[in-house]
């Protein structure tokens, strides 16, 4: 059974067998803290607002939302925070997932020998992406609580996957907004939610004003993040007795990530290697800081093994953020029921155009992700479609995993890379993380097989209009 060879030891693993020629290590075991990059900023988080007031947000101000024990991680500055033994168990069914040497790939790209790809494979996980790391613990947390349900968004249909499937580990009842655009283009997702026995709708819907509202706008709206958040917000409150949950962009939700980096620390250690470059995409920013965050303290502490390591965060040019965003305080949804949280912001009316990659279509970035990317410690990048999923051919042919359309990115992200080192003549260690698997995604790799896949480039002038609501460009601001 895979998870018996997931608890062996390192010793047993490569008993008998030269490390080198080892592909793929699993020879870690789940981490028992969380990593929390809050403890090593070297300037503050600066914290949300209340929309009304324009003060920083109280735990009460997130307590219609949250339980008291997320709240408190949210803006915990402890270094580590213990993983309930409960939360373990059941991240151990997949945990610790793979590090993999892409060796056969670095072959077909001709690559010197002194450029080495690695990645982590994300996609054994129950939903097939790194999303049910953190969504197994916010149920555990809210079921502590008391909660008797909880209401959510989803893009690509991942995350509301992962939270449907945790849900039913502890006994909790889900109900997942999902955006209209993927939830007509894959509807596997909603099965697979259903078979977990949890609900889910398109959005918009006419469950919620935000949704009725923006369906009498846009009869044919395809939905976005923004409104999907605004309606599992809605929904959650009107219920009142439901909880809200969201499956990337908080503080709380990047840390749970971080067993993927910690293991792959160690696991590297075992080749040993250590990265000069970390890559992942970015929608919201968790998978990303999940790899990237263990090794990115470490720069941050002086303890990293090579000081110069580098850290990029890859985006699809049609909802670049991070790389063409505003810096600014912004609503996390459309409908502004949420705090005003500082991030790099396409403004939260923004409607992204619909590309393939739904878990990327979203507005602004993780504010820990804008905060790092500010004060120099991270780099961005946008790339378009057709060329992420050039990448993600080439590698799946290569490696004989189909990865998720997001995926791609971080795919394309560690070629540019591979192709640069190998160009300058520089040895060079590449770490990536292979969020999940696409075998839900078969709607966009046919249109790529079929060569009609479509490329977009957001027009400046769109998006200076985009940004002409962001609050943090009419004013507020937090010393
Ligand atoms: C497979 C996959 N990767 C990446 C993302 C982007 O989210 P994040 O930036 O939080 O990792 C998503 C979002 O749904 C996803 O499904």
Redo the contacts with the bound molecule.
Sequence with gaps: MASTVLRRSPKKLFAGRALSTAKAVTGTSLPKSWYNIQADLPVPLPPPLHPGELRPCTAEDFAPLFPESLIAQEVSTERYLDIPEEVREVLNLWRPTPLIRASRWEKILGLPENVKIFYKYEGGSPSG???TNTAVPQVYYNKQAGTKKITTE???G??GSALAWSGGQFGLPIEVYQVKVSYEQKPYRKAFIEACGADIFPSPSIRTTVGTKALEQDPKCPGSLGIAISEAIEACVSSGEAKYAL???LSHVLMHQTVIGQEALEQLSHFGEYPDVVV?????????AGIAFPFLGQKLRAEAEKPEIRFVAVEPAACPSLTRGAYAYDFGDTAKLTPLLKAHTLGSGFMPPSVHS???RYHAMAPLISHLKELGTIEAEAVQQTAAFDAGSSFFRAEGILP?P??THAIEGALQEARAAAKSGQPCVILFNM??HGHFDMFAWEKYAKGEMEDFEFPEKELQEALKTVPGLNGVNWP
């Design positions: 992406s790194h999303k989803t893009g690509a991942q995350w499956g990337s962009v992942g995409c970015t929608g919201g920013g968790s998978n990303f739904g878990g990327l998720a997001e995926a969020c999940g």
